[in-house]
């Protein structure tokens, strides 16, 4: 297959050129560097199945050639870095969704938008199925995000129902895993380098409220799985790990994990921090026989040992 | 004051193009009659303080001079319309939002967004005050106007909080009066064309679900007192009329208003369809002294006469 990924210089987005690259597929990757870095795909320069653009995916998108499959993994995702960049990461999420939709329309490619668990925002049914609709504040400071993707949702599945693309909306829990940036914003980096450094953990609240960690390969196995199998179209699934842990107990796991002579600190929580968050899975497990198989402490061992890696070489 | 209206040729619109060039301003109408129609304003045109320019604001747009006031009426408002042109909506909704607001920033503009009650989707409150987050499906077929308008807010809230635009957001409940077009799929030109032809009125389900219905010169009055007065930047209103109909006595009163020997007929509830809508005005009273004061009857009896006259005439 001949594939277009925006984002793919991203976290995820990387790790997803890696895995269709070694399945034989060839890749084309788009990042404009906003939040992405070079650094995560330089191994793949010299790949013959392999091209990179430095592209912003707000502009108007063209690609001569045959097009079986994008995925739409472009977005600023971390809370920082879209309180940073607010009206781009709107942008992103409506016109790349447009551009990336009518490029899928043109070239009959079929269509994976990366969505999000922030669309349930602080939702009150836990753990959350697909058909939960979500509790977010539309004109909080968050919004630019949330808000967003739910539109790239509605907008993926108009052009689904008007156009008859074949979409697949992957709605994406917390996710982490070696390429994270150290200073993204996100409680993993953040505490692994934290943790590593010998600087106190800071834990948002009293760190009662809960998080799923999935880690990066099993993520990337449920999104291939989900972009290649077949009858699909229209279909939304919850991607992630329903293990829950408290922020505080991932704070002392990895303070453990890593050898640390940390302390943890606890200050304010953001607005519209979100107390729980939880994937229900069952439709995953079902359709595309997909569940998480990295415990907690495997894939904080290999991120650790990852950031600790870049931290010497950088 | 100079003032760009977008959607001027719409219901809304038009009656906002008459509002303010009766208090002295000058208005520049765009709009380019996907949903609305030159009947709407071509008494205005001759007009000296009245330009008007077919235009799609999913385009970029330029204005030469200054401009005081921006308000962004344009989009397909009846389900009908947004379910005839999904995709066409969500640009107008998203790049026509985004072309707005950057005018605004462009020419120091104050910016009044057109929001809607459906943000607040399938509620669980009521009244809705502006504080609740509402209940939207965002992959069902509503969420093309729904979620676009929700995304416009968190992008009018952006704007202004990234780059201090005064900006006003409205969100407009159910406003029904002269210049609705007949067959535009919402209830009150419905019923009211049904009784003044003696076609049976056609009610959704057993017509218990509630409405409440704001004629179009009360809204008019809480969007210029929203768009004029000063020191409301940021702020959301709702705009509305809280009184709660049922459809089944809106349609028993349009018969006996119209005095027609029309007959009542049941037929099923479309997808989403909301139980129930009603604006908690609280805060329009208090900050902007604003409450509709034209009753359902009067309101209605106004808007009976100008369809049987429109109908004859056309």
């Given amino acids: 297959m001949r594939v277009l990924i925006t984002g793919a210089a991203g976290f995820i987005g990387s790790h997803l050129c890696d895995r269709f690259l070694r399945e034989g597929h060839e890749v084309i990757g788009l990042d404009n560097f906003l939040t992405g870095s070079p650094d995560n795909v330089s191994h793949l320069f010299g790949n013959p199945n392999f091209r990179f653009f430095k592209y912003d995916v707000t502009n108007f998108i063209y690609l001569e050639g045959e097009l079986d499959l994008i995925l739409h993994f472009a977005c600023p995702a971390s809370p920082v870095d879209y ?8 942008k992103v999420d409506s016109m790349g969704t447009l551009h990336t939709l009518g490029l899928a329309k043109l070239k009959g490619a079929r269509y994976v938008f990366a969505s999000t668990s922030e669309v349930y925002g602080n939702p009150e049914v836990h753990p959350q199925p697909e058909t939960y609709w979500g509790r977010v504040n539309p004109i909080g400071p968050r919004s630019v995000y949330d808000e967003a993707k739910r539109f790239s949702e509605a907008l993926t599945m108009a052009y689904h129902r008007e156009h008859g693309i074949d979409t697949r909306i992957a709605r994406i829990f917390n996710t982490y895993g070696p390429r994270m940036r150290v200073n993204d914003g996100r409680v993993v980096p953040n505490f692994i380098y934290q943790a590593i450094t010998g600087k106190p953990l800071t834990v948002y609240g009293d760190g009662s409220q809960t998080r799923s960690f999935c880690y990066i390969d099993d993520l990337v196995e449920g999104i291939y799985r989900l972009a290649i199998e077949e009858g699909l179209s229209g279909e939304v699934f919850n ?4 293990t829950e842990h408290t922020i505080l107990d991932l704070a002392k796991l990895i303070i453990d994990i890593a050898g640390s002579p940390s302390e943890i600190v606890f200050t304010d929580r953001p607005v519209d ?9 069952t439709k995953a497990k079902k359709v595309i026989g997909w569940e998480p198989e990295t415990s907690i402490e495997e894939g904080l061992k290999r991120t650790v040992n990852w950031f600790r890696e870049k931290l010497v070489a950088g």
Same sequence: chains 1, 2.
């Fill in 239 to 242: 991607l992630g790990n329903p």
């Fill in 83 to 90: 309180m940073n960049h607010p009206i781009h990461t709107m």
């Fill in 273 to 281: 921090d979100p107390d729980r968050r939880k994937p229900d899975i």
